[in-house]
């Protein structure tokens, strides 16, 4: 597949910027700790779920001494209407242990520290470093997949590599918020089964061939 070149990357971004110049999760969260258990819920689950599970947890519940007070079985029933809420509650009471137990209650903002809590991956600390601590990191999820490998962005064969190019490849200027950007533009107008071609403000940069016209 073709690749964007670096002037166009450029372009990318600064109309993207321009369009929404600060961007933001769409996880509601009170806190770093409150981000990190939403973002946690969030596997295999819509923001909008999480929102709807947490928005009565998280007005009482916003720290990990509160969690651990609150315990296990009181968790799952806040959040039962999410997949997995089982095993994802389970893990939300262990990291939290593990914080009061390791971190004073805090959350670190060191990527094996993160990693090394029960239920975070390499995509969950990514989205804390940047949301919470405004790290350059990017955080690839099936969206951001899919359209750095559609537009020519960033082309890769999993993840990983996806990850590591973008990170490459997006200009320095643009790292703190190209997270959220990609995110926000892979999910409302490069949609998985028919990309809003007519809509997107960045068409003319992107390399798809297969570009959709305005029926």
Not at 63 to 70: D, S, V
Not at 97 to 110: M, N, Q, S, W
Not at 127 to 142: P, S
Not at 156 to 180: C, F, I, Q, S, W
Request: glycine share 4%; with cysteine; charged share 25%.
């Amino acid at each position: 597949m073709a690749q964007m070149k670096k002037d166009q990357i450029e372009e990318f971004f600064a109309r993207l910027s321009a369009a929404n110049p600060e961007p933001q999760t769409e996880l509601d969260y009170r806190n770093t700790y409150t981000l990190l258990v939403a973002v946690v819920l969030s596997a295999q689950a819509t923001d909008a779920g999480v929102n709807k599970a947490t928005s009565e947890l998280f007005k009482t519940v916003d720290t990990p001494q509160k969690m651990l007070a609150l315990g296990e079985d009181e968790l799952i029933r806040h959040i039962r209407t999410i997949g997995l809420f089982r095993n994802k509650a389970k893990n939300v009471i262990a990291l939290s242990r593990k914080l009061v137990e390791e971190h004073d209650g805090e959350v670190p903002r060191d990527r094996a520290a993160l990693e090394a809590l029960p239920g975070v991956g390499r995509k969950t600390a990514n989205v804390v470093l940047n949301t919470a601590f405004g790290e350059h990191t990017m955080a690839v999820d099936t969206h951001i997949f899919r359209l750095s490998n559609r537009t020519g962005l960033a082309p890769g064969k999993n993840v990983r590599a996806v990850e590591d190019k973008l990170v490459k490849r997006v200009p320095d200027a643009y790292m703190r918020h190209a997270h959220h950007w990609l995110i926000l533009h892979g999910r409302y107008v490069c949609k998985a089964r028919k990309p809003d071609c007519p809509a997107c403000r960045v068409a003319d940069l992107c390399t798809y061939k297969a570009k959709t016209t305005a029926e």
